[in-house]
């Protein structure tokens, strides 16, 4: 039997190249989204061409009764669950001294009570040997005006992760998180001017932006078997933007 992975947020991005990377690794996957049917009915449709098994769930992250019905649906469908990958995000940007509430809630609730939300599930749910992946940034080295909201939310992830991996203690359960820096998709390139995108894309000393498969990339390598030694840690997949 297959083994199976869930990616949220795969419908775009990232998330997508993820999902596609473990389909071809030989994952079946469950391509979480929140709205974008379309989108996350494509990514389905693109690993079902490379022969790849996939399943798309519409889920909000920072709703408890979506999450649980994500692990349902994944439970009821294929019998098990060994990746999670939590990498649904959102990116608001905008000054502390505005103390836009409406910003800071939204984002937290989907980065990290989203974290929160989905490490709880994959805690009770991910097999023996199983590994479980978030998503933080690399941003947070850079303290960046605007970012406090995003940087408070990826803050909160790094500091849940070892605190998993030490309650799965005895599972054979790694737990992990990816940082990556500036990478070329939506929430990296909407309400940028090219020039910001070009000053950002220079800032790595390989002056270039991230492609979403240079981060499906890692997320294989800790969801295989070469991975298996990694636990507890946040990995920093930026070209060496620090
Ligand atoms: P995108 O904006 O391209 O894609 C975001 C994905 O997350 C979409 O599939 C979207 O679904 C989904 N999503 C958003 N909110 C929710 C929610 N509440 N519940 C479930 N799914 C949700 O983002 P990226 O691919 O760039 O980002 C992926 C991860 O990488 C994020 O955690 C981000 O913080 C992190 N990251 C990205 C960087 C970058 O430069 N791009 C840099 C550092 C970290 P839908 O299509 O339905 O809206």
Excluded: C
């Amino acid at each position: 039997m297959a083994k199976v992975a869930i990616v949220t947020g795969a419908s775009r991005g990232i998330g997508r190249s993820i999902a596609k990377r473990l389909a071809a690794d030989g994952f079946a996957v469950v391509v979480n989204f929140a709205g974008n049917t379309a989108a996350a009915d494509q990514t389905v449709e693109e690993i079902r061409k490379a022969d790849g098994e996939a399943l798309a769930v519409k889920g909000n992250v920072g709703d408890p009764t979506d999450v649980q019905n994500l692990f349902s649906k994944t439970l009821e469908t294929y019998g098990r669950i060994d990746v999670v990958v939590n990498n649904a995000g959102i990116m608001p940007l905008s000054p502390i001294a505005k103390g836009d509430l409406a910003i800071f809630d939204s984002v937290i609730s989907t980065n990290l009570r989203g974290t929160f939300l989905v490490f709880a599930q994959a805690a009770q749910h991910v097999a023996e040997g199983g590994r479980i992946i978030a998503f933080s940034s690399s941003v947070l080295a850079k303290s960046f005006p605007t970012y406090g909201p995003y940087i408070a939310s990826k803050a909160g992830v790094e500091g849940l992760v070892p605190v998993l991996a030490n309650e799965l203690r005895g599972r054979k359960i790694t737990v992990n998180a990816v940082a990556p820096g500036p990478t070329g998709t939506d929430l990296f390139l909407d309400g940028k001017t090219p020039e910001q995108i070009e000053h950002l894309s220079k800032l790595a000393p390989l002056e270039r932006l991230g492609e979403p498969e240079d981060i499906a990339n890692v997320v294989s390598f800790l969801a295989g078997p070469d991975g298996g030694w990694i636990n507890a840690q946040t990995i920093r997949v930026n070209g060496g933007f620090a």
